[in-house]
């Protein structure tokens, strides 16, 4: 097994693919759905959303304690690539921080966009086919149904779709090590 191959697989084994991040990913997303049923003003709901997707790290921190995930993995370099990976997805945020003010009611869609986009790169790093369609179906259900449906049908879908796909991150993640 050549080098690459083997930090790669340090990190599913230590990472557990970022299942953490993923089942975090469900706490957010359900929080999302939950100011999506207040009463209030569209743009208080949007920095609600905003608000929202600040608890991903904190959550998934948690989530890693209970999962005896290695959160960090200081001593393997790909985990500061898997970083990198994250950290687009936030230049990516202000898209949506412009679809704000602008077209207030797309940019939960928006943002669901980025989250789906975001976890392609991922797919490389796992080696996980489960990212890889996972990034495709969630950017392209997100596209749908926000043009065709209100931000609370999106957040519903975006809940049942990321449960979807962390338990095939799951099953992916147990065929893998045994």
Known sequence: MDQLAMLKEDCIV????????????????????????LA???????????????????ISFVVSRFIN?????????LTKLGMLFSTNQLLYLLIAMWIYPTI????????AIIFGAHLLPYSWLYNSRVYLVSS?????LALFVGLNFT????????VGAVVVF?????????RRIK
Do not use: Y
């Not at 209030?40 to 600040?54: D, E, Q, R, S, Y």
């Open 166 to 174: 962390c338990i095939a991150l799951i099953f992916e993640h147990l």
């Open 104 to 111: 207030p009611n797309k940019m939960l869609m928006v943002l």
């Open 136 to 140: 495709i179906i969630i950017s392209i």
């Open 40 to 58: 209030i003003p569209i743009l208080t709901k949007n920095l609600l959303v905003f608000i929202c997707t600040a608890a991903l790290l904190p």
């Open 69 to 77: 995930v290695d959160f960090q993995n200081k001593a393997n370099p």
């Open 14 to 37: 230590k990472q557990k693919r970022g299942i953490h991040i993923i089942l975090a990913s469900i706490v957010v997303w359900s929080g999302i759905l939950v100011v999506q049923l």
């Open 151 to 158: 931000p609370f049908i999106l957040a519903l879908v975006m």
